[in-house]
């Protein structure tokens, strides 16, 4: 029986929100001024650090290839509350502020990052679609750094939580002050970056996308 295609199916209207978001205009992430709302984002990465350099490569003329894709809800939305307006706050100019913290932290620690060298596209979306419109994205671009390298999105998790191991991203790309209180990893430079070239090289930007 051949499959009837629904526009409103849930899958379906996240599938627009997702395509809506990489219609929108691509930002460098060390500009980014406050603006209120919140939703979903994907970041870009074209700097020079080798492990990356196929994502530099395919983001050199145009963003197509994120190296991490995120969300920002609502404080209301948490609880499971639709709010009538999803603009109210800014839940999604907060994170990605402390998603270029994090990377200028690590600028001026281990230097292996530098905020300049990423950008970003972001979307205002009505709170009930977000966790959809995100998980869609990461299935259909299976960004690195929500996968191979996990970590860049952590917070700190604060006094008497330290115990458990550094996040493989904060190992890789030393210079968060909370990162250096958790337990050390054991796993080397050079097995971190086959890790990821490993992952690239399996998941390229492909013909899906």
């Known amino acids: 029986m051949t499959e009837v295609y629904n526009p409103l199916d849930k899958v379906n209207l996240g599938k627009s929100v997702a395509d809506a978001l990489l219609a929108s205009p691509v930002q460098p992430l060390a500009d980014i001024q406050s603006f209120e709302g919140a939703g979903i984002y994907v970041l870009y990465y074209r700097g020079s650090h080798p492990s990356y350099a196929p994502l530099a490569q395919a983001n050199a003329d145009e963003a197509t290839w994120p190296i991490y894709i995120g969300k920002a809800i609502p404080s209301g939305g948490r609880k499971g509350v639709s709010l009538s307006a999803s603009a109210r706050g800014t839940a999604l100019y907060k994170r990605l502020a402390d998603h270029r913290d994090s990377i200028k932290e690590v600028e001026t620690g281990s230097r292996s990052l530098s905020?300049?060298?990423?950008?970003?596209?972001?979307?205002?979306?009505?709170?009930?679609?977000?966790?959809?419109?995100?998980?869609?994205?990461?299935?259909?671009?299976?960004?690195?750094?929500?996968?191979?390298?996990?970590?860049?999105?952590?917070?700190?998790?604060?006094?008497?939580?330290?115990?458990?191991?550094?996040?493989?991203?904060?190992?890789?790309?030393?210079?968060?002050?909370?990162a250096t209180r958790c337990a050390e990893r054991s796993e080397t430079a050079e097995e971190v970056q086959k890790r990821i070239s490993e992952f690239l090289t399996a998941h390229p930007l492909g013909h899906d996308i």
């Open 115 to 178: 905020v300049a060298d990423f950008d970003i596209r972001y979307l205002i979306v009505d709170d009930i679609w977000i966790p959809l419109g995100e998980s869609l994205l990461i299935a259909r671009f299976r960004p690195v750094w929500n996968i191979a390298l996990d970590g860049f999105g952590n917070h700190d998790p604060g006094k008497g939580r330290y115990g458990g191991l550094r996040p493989l991203w904060d190992h890789f790309h030393q210079g968060r002050p909370w």
